[in-house]
């Protein structure tokens, strides 16, 4: 088996919470302890009214910018939408796709979905595409069906050239917002089975580079066991990265693993 090397990855979404100026705030308190990590990657995804201010307020650190979501168009008559090109001139590299409350709420359809995820990584974007099981569908026995739809169906046209910039969030909806954490155990499972779909889709060499995600209630207090997972790199983290401390402790916990894939 080849070495991992994966880089990890911590994302905090903001989610519909915080001004622009609450926003900036948050943010200087995080790159205070994180701004000059080097050996994980992280990112902040504030709301689209908070883009530019927390953009702002990471200028000369290493944290990265993200969005929680975007249109496929380039352009046009689209009332209430955002395109990939919008968000670059914002120093946005990352963008949220077919979040669950995208999916729930507002009836994104992982057709609809995948056409953001071409057109994120053709705008020169890092797509964050989510996917996982209601508590019902897990409990039917459906969970790796439901996600191997997700996959097959959020990835059609992507190209194992683009490997290293697609990164894979494993959300089950019954985790997020609900303190419900998957174990490592369980979390693992379901990304061992990304991994091997996601190496059917790009070729195995291509596959072993994405990065996958696991979102669901993670904590200061559970986010080493779970990224001690060989499949979980890096989290995507609601709730407690709304709070510098939970968020910092959990980029922390990360960095304490990192020297075992070599950063
Ligand atoms: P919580 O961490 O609040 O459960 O949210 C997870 C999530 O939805 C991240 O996208």
């Given amino acids: 088996m080849s070495k991992n090397v994966r880089k ?43 883009l530019e201010s927390v953009g702002r307020g990471l200028e000369g650190s290493t944290v990265k910018l993200g969005a929680q979501n975007m249109h496929h168009e380039k352009f046009g008559a689209y009332t209430g939408e955002v395109s990939a090109d919008m968000l670059r001139t914002l120093f946005v590299s990352y963008v949220i796709l077919g979040h669950s409350e995208r999916r729930q709420y507002f009836a994104e359809t992982d057709e609809f979905i995948n056409k953001k995820v071409l057109a994120a990584l053709d705008g020169n974007l890092s797509p ?7 508590l019902a569908e897990r409990e039917s026995g459906k969970t790796l069906e439901v996600v191997k739809r997700q996959i097959d169906r959020g990835l059609v046209g992507v190209t194992g050239a683009q ?15 609900t303190g419900k954490t998957a174990t490592p155990a369980m979390a693992q499972e379901a990304q061992g089975a990304i991994r091997l779909l996601l190496n059917g889709h790009l070729g195995s060499a291509a596959g072993a580079k994405v ?14 066991a779970l990224l001690a997972q060989p499949d979980i790199d890096g989290g995507l983290v609601g709730g407690a990265s709304l709070e510098p401390r939970s968020f910092v402790k959990i980029v922390q916990a990360a960095q304490k693993q990192a020297p075992k894939r070599g950063h």
């Fill in 211 to 224: 990065r996958i995600l696991y979102g669901g209630s993670m904590k200061a207090d559970n986010a080493e």
């Fill in 163 to 177: 490997a290293e910039k697609l990164v894979i969030a494993y959300e089950p909806v019954w985790a997020i917002g």
């Fill in 8 to 50: 990890f990855l911590i994302a905090g979404n903001w989610k519909m919470h915080k001004t622009a100026a609450e926003a900036l705030d948050l943010v200087e308190q995080i790159i205070l302890d994180v701004g000059k990590t080097t050996d994980v990657n992280v990112v902040v995804c504030p709301p689209f009214t908070c």
């Fill in 128 to 134: 964050i595409l989510c996917v996982g099981e209601t």
